[in-house]
Nanobody
Framework: QVQLDESGGGLVQPGGSLRLSCAAS??????MGWFRQAPGTEREFVAA????????TYIDSVKGRFTISRDNPKNILYLQMNNLEPADTAIYYC??????????????????WGQGTQVTVSS
């Protein structure tokens, strides 16, 4: 069992930046991802990173704007979000799984989830 605690959300103007963090308990290194969910929509994949940090993948709409990274000694996952748009407004969740999922983009393959952090992009 692992606990995931997200932080870093908030209100930002279009074009602004935020960095989300997700602290994981325990010593196991998991494959991890970020998902988001806006009101009235299904949970959507945003980005994922392999356990060693060597492989990353992103949804097309955030490529070039968002960067996923991890600090394994500290067991922290990050999502640097730049040039934010109103369409990025959602609750952002971090998720973890082991072993390596067959599809990083499928939320059903992640076993552990954080409580979520709200990101609002508005002028």
């Amino acid at each position: 069992q692992v606990q995931l605690d997200e932080s870093g959300g908030g209100l930002v103007q279009p074009g602004g930046s935020l960095r989300l963090s997700c602290a994981a308990s325990g010593r196991t290194i998991y494959h991890m991802g970020w998902f988001r969910q806006a009101p009235g929509t299904e949970r959507e994949f945003v980005a994922a990173i392999s356990a060693a940090g060597l492989t990353t993948t992103y949804i097309d709409s955030v490529k070039g704007r968002f960067t996923i990274s991890r600090d394994n000694p500290k067991n922290i996952l990050y999502l640097q979000m730049n040039n934010l748009e109103p369409a990025d407004t959602a609750i952002y969740y971090c998720a973890a799984t082991t072993p390596r999922p067959t599809d990083y983009k499928s939320p059903h393959l992640y076993h552990y989830w954080g409580q979520g952090t709200q990101v609002t992009v508005s002028s």
